[in-house]
C-alpha cells in the first residue's frame, strides 16, 4: 500500500489507542515529538492544581497533611509509577530528582558490595548519571568503569560491585534488554541498577520479571507530570531490609514525628525519602498519571514501534542521504524516539521549531524525535516528515537566527 498522508490518516482511524490523544490539552498548529524531554499537559492537571492550591492550601492549610493526605503521596503515586514499571504496591516511591534518587541508587548498591572494585556503566549513558557515579565510586574507593554499550556484557565480572545502565539511550535511543543484563549481573554477584527516564510511560518494563535490584527514573518525559516533576525509586522487595539510604532525612525515617534524635530508617520503601515531599509537584504527577488509566501497554509499545519505524521510513525515502539515522533499525533494540545526525542538527530543529515542529538537538550533532504514543498521531509523523523536507529543500535552516545557540537546547 502506498504511503502518503491519506495513509496515515487511515492508521489514525484505526488506531486503538487514537483516543487517548483527547486526554491531552495540546496547542494548535503544533507537531509535539518532545514528549520524551516534557511530556505534555494532560487534562484535569491545571484544575487539580488549582484545588490544590486553592482549597487544600489556601482553606485547610496544615490540616491538609493529614485531611489530604499529603504525607503519603510520595508512596501512593509511587504505587502508580510502580503499575506501569512492572514492580508490585509498595517498592516506589516519589521524589527529588532523577539525579538525586540515582545517588541514592548507586551509594546504597555500592554499599552492599563493599568487597569489590568497580562501577560499571556504559559510554551511552546520560551525563547526570556519569558525574553522580564518579562521585559515589570516588566515596566508596572504586572504580567507574566505562565500556562501550556492546561491551557491557563482557565487562561484568566478579569484581564488578554494581552495573548501572540507562535502558533506553537518550541520544541514539538504542534500548538494552533488561532481562539479560540483570541476569548477568546477578550470574557475577553483582546488584543491577537501572535508569528509566526514558522507559516509564513509553513501554511496559518488567522490573519484577526482570527481577531488577534498583531503579530510578523521571516524572516529566513520558509519565507527563510536569517541568520538574518529582523522580522516582525502586528497590526490590527483597532488598529493602539491607537497602540504606546515604541522606538520612527525617522523611526517611520510621516514625518522623516523634523527633527522636536517633536515625531509625522506615522499614519499607520510606526510606528511600529525605525531606518534606513536593506536595504541588506530586498532585500534578499523580493526577497526570490519570492518562495512563486502562491503557494497554503492550498497545502503547505496538503503536510507538509503528510510529519510530513510520518516522525512520518516511525519512528514509523523502530525505534520503541528508541525515544519518543513529537508531537501531530493528524495533526491538530501541525506545520511543529516534535521532538523526547532521552537521547542522541545531539548525535544522529551530527552523522546524519555526514551523511548528517541535523536537530537540542533542550535542554535538543530533536531531531528537519522541514519539509519545498516548497523543501522538501517524498523521503528526508524516507531516513532520514533510516539514523536514521543506526546511531542507528550501535550505530554510540556513537562516542566521536558526544558528545562535540557546541555553536549552
Ligand atoms: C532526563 C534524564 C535525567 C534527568 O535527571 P534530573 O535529575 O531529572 O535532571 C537523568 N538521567 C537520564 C538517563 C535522563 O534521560
Known amino acids: 500500500m502506498s504511503l502518503d498522508r491519506s495513509r496515515c490518516l487511515e492508521l489514525d482511524a484505526s488506531d486503538p489507542l487514537a483516543a487517548m490523544r483527547d486526554r491531552f490539552v495540546l496547542p494548535e498548529g503544533v507537531v509535539y515529538l518532545d514528549g520524551n524531554s516534557l511530556g505534555a499537559l494532560p487534562v484535569g492537571v491545571a484544575e487539580r492544581l488549582q484545588r490544590t492550591i486553592r482549597d487544600e492550601w489556601g482553606i485547610m492549610l496544615i490540616r491538609s497533611w493529614n485531611e489530604a493526605d499529603w504525607a503519603s503521596l510520595p508512596r501512593r503515586v509511587g504505587d502508580r509509577v510502580a503499575k506501569l514499571i512492572g514492580a508490585p504496591p509498595g ?79 537518550y541520544r541514539t535511543g538504542r ?101 518534606t515531599p513536593h506536595v504541588l509537584s506530586l498532585a500534578a504527577l499523580d493526577e497526570a498519571l490519570d492518562a495512563f488509566e486502562d491503557v494497554d501497554l503492550v498497545e502503547l509499545r505496538r503503536k510507538s514501534e509503528r510510529l519510530t519505524g513510520l518516522f525512520i521510513e518516511l525519512v528514509a525515502n523523502r530525505l534520503g542521504a541528508q541525515f544519518e539515522l543513529i537508531t537501531p533499525i530493528d524495533p526491538a533494540h530501541r525506545g520511543s524516539h529516534v535521532s538523526l545526525r547532521h552537521d547542522h542538527a541545531y539548525a535544522v530543529i529551530q527552523a522546524l521549531i519555526d514551523r511548528g515542529v517541535i523536537g530537540d538537538f542533542r550535542a554535538p550533532d543530533v536531531a531528537r524525535f519522541g514519539f509519545a504514543p498516548l497523543y501522538t498521531r501517524f498523521v503528526d509523523v508524516w507531516d513532520a516528515v514533510a516539514t523536514m523536507a521543506d526546511v531542507m529543500s528550501t535550505a530554510a535552516w540556513k537562516r542566521p537566527e536558526f544558528h545562535v545557540r540557546k541555553a536549552v537546547t
Not at 530528582?97 to 541508587?105: E, F, P, Q, R, V
Open 175 to 275: 534500548r538494552h534488554d533488561m532481562h539479560r543484563l540483570t541476569r548477568l549481573a546477578h550470574d557475577a554477584g553483582a546488584i543491577a541498577v537501572w535508569d528509566l527516564a526514558h522507559s516509564a510511560g513509553a513501554f511496559p518494563v518488567a522490573l519484577g520479571d526482570c527481577d531488577v535490584d534498583l531503579a530510578v527514573g523521571c516524572g516529566y518525559k513520558y509519565l507527563n507530570g510536569g517541568p520538574g516533576a518529582p523522580a522516582f525509586v525502586y528497590v526490590a522487595p527483597r532488598l529493602l531490609p539491607r537497602m540504606s539510604n546515604p541522606i538520612t532525612g527525617w522523611f526517611g525515617h520510621a516514625r518522623p514525628f516523634d523527633f527522636s534524635l536517633e536515625f531509625d530508617p522506615a522499614p519499607g520503601i520510606d526510606r528511600l525519602r529525605v525531606g
Open 91 to 169: 517498592c516506589v516511591v516519589v521524589c527529588e530528582s532523577t539525579s538525586i534518587n540515582l545517588y541514592k541508587a548507586t551509594m546504597g548498591a555500592a554499599a552492599l558490595r563493599p568487597e569489590r572494585g568497580h562501577i560499571l556503566t556504559d559510554s551511552g549513558n546520560f551525563p547526570t548519571d556519569m558525574y553522580v557515579m564518579r562521585g559515589v565510586a570516588a566515596h566508596h574507593g572504586l572504580d567507574l568503569v566505562v565500556v562501550e554499550p556492546g561491551a557491557v556484557e563482557s565487562a561484568i565480572g566478579e569484581d564488578t560491585a554494581v552495573v548501572a545502565l540507562t535502558q533506553v539511550d
